[in-house]
């Protein structure tokens, strides 16, 4: 039953490709995330999204592009990839509910390999 | 612009020791809210504990407690008589003001990197 899920798991390809990370909530919740992970660990959030909004981070490149076919859905898109792309992916989700009670709950993460 | 300070990067200890992770946080707002996950070796990010900032009080839950002062803009994390299984990448988060699209958006620290030795 896992609650947010992501695939693949582990993504390995050339420069100039274009990817997709998918990821899936069966939380019910409202808002879905997509953090980017660096070789240093350092988090940084990439967008937000629900069915009405969508708050990108300005250091993003306009290459990740996000893309939701539905609530339960939140897929991350990515054109021209480069070596830099080179991370780990994590997906999150949180309910849209009162703030005292926002919390995120974390998929397992896609380890993206940009040769 | 809100900020999160781990600045114990790594810590080893000795299995049954107890162990102190710092977190301290910038922000101007006065309703905010912290967190703490777990990132063990396998990479996943778990959840631990949240706080709001106009709640103090302190928190334990088993071996784990949490000590929230919000006169020093801190919010320490303890594990009391240390495991090999808390070793993992701790990380302390901080959320405030409504960021959009029903989101409140997490400001990490850098993480502390916990190993806990046999």
């Known amino acids: 039953d896992t609650a947010v899920s992501q695939t693949p798991k582990y993504l390995v390809t050339q420069m100039g490709n274009d990817k997709s990370i998918k990821c899936e909530q069966n939380l019910g919740h409202d808002t879905m995330y997509w953090y980017k992970q660096d070789s240093k660990k350092f988090l940084k959030i990439m967008f937000s999204y629900n069915n009405k909004e969508l708050i990108i981070n300005e250091t993003v490149p306009n290459r990740f592009s996000p893309k939701s076919p539905d609530k339960a859905h939140l897929n991350l898109h990515i054109n021209s990839l480069e070596l830099g792309d080179s991370a780990v992916y994590f997906c999150?989700?949180?309910?849209?509910?009162?703030?005292?009670?926002?919390?995120?709950?974390f998929g397992p993460g896609t380890r993206l390999l940009v040769l | 612009a809100q900020k999160v300070t781990q600045a114990q990067t790594e810590i080893s200890v000795v299995e049954k020791e107890d162990v102190t992770l710092d977190c301290v946080y910038e922000?101007?707002?006065?309703?905010?809210?912290l967190f703490w996950y777990k990132q063990p070796p396998s990479g996943e990010l778990v959840f631990l504990i949240r706080?709001?900032?106009?709640?103090?009080q302190n928190e334990i839950s088993g071996r784990y407690s949490w000590n929230f002062q919000k006169s020093t803009s801190s919010f320490n994390f303890t594990i009391t008589a240390s495991q090999v299984v808390d070793s993992a990448v701790y990380f302390c988060?901080?959320?405030?003001?409504?960021?959009?699209?029903?989101?409140?958006?997490?400001?990490f620290g850098k993480g502390t990197k916990l190993s806990v030795i046999p």
């Open positions: 999150a989700s949180s309910p849209l509910t009162s703030p005292a009670r926002e919390t995120q709950y």
């Open positions: 706080r709001n900032s106009f709640d103090e």
């Open positions: 922000t101007r707002d006065t309703t905010y809210y």
């Open positions: 988060a901080l959320s405030e003001a409504y960021s959009g699209a029903g989101s409140y958006q997490l400001t």
